[in-house]
Nanobody, 126 residues
Framework: EVQLVESGGGLVQAGGSLRLSCVGS????????IGWFRQAPGKGREVVSC????????YYADPVKGRFTISSDRAKNTVYLQMTSLKPEDTAVYYC???????????????????WGQGTQVTVSS
């Protein structure tokens, strides 16, 4: 069965860094674009970043531009989200998701994604 597992979350001070990982099983990241989403307490789920399956084109939401970097290691069926200069407002549960139809463009719309991980908590203290 398809499974996505996020890891790398934790507690970090403002200005610090974390690297999140999303590892897929039961599917190949050669065929799926991968998105990162986050949900803060009491708020809706919002896109953070995504990467296409065909040409590794990327998208970043405005609040994280210049601070976060998405990358893939398709041989390991893994996508990473490197987060730097973290701010308290980055505190959220971070989810990865897979979209079968994102060969050339990845989608910022959560309803485009077919599979979701369970999330990993990121907490940034001030």
């Amino acid at each position: 069965e398809v499974q996505l597992v996020e890891s790398g979350g934790g507690l970090v001070q403002a200005g610090g860094s974390l690297r999140l990982s999303c590892v897929g099983s039961g599917l190949s990241f050669d065929d799926y674009s991968i998105g990162w989403f986050r949900q803060a307490p009491g708020k809706g789920r919002e896109v953070v970043s995504c990467i296409s399956s065909g040409d590794d084109s990327t998208y970043y939401a405005d609040p994280v531009k210049g601070r976060f970097t998405i990358s893939s290691d398709r041989a390991k069926n893994t996508v990473y989200l490197q987060m730097t200069s973290l701010k308290p407002e980055d505190t959220a549960v971070y989810y990865c998701a897979a979209d079968l139809y994102g060969e050339y463009y990845c989608s910022s719309r959560s309803n485009r994604y077919d599979h979701w991980g369970q999330g990993t908590q990121v907490t940034v203290s001030s």
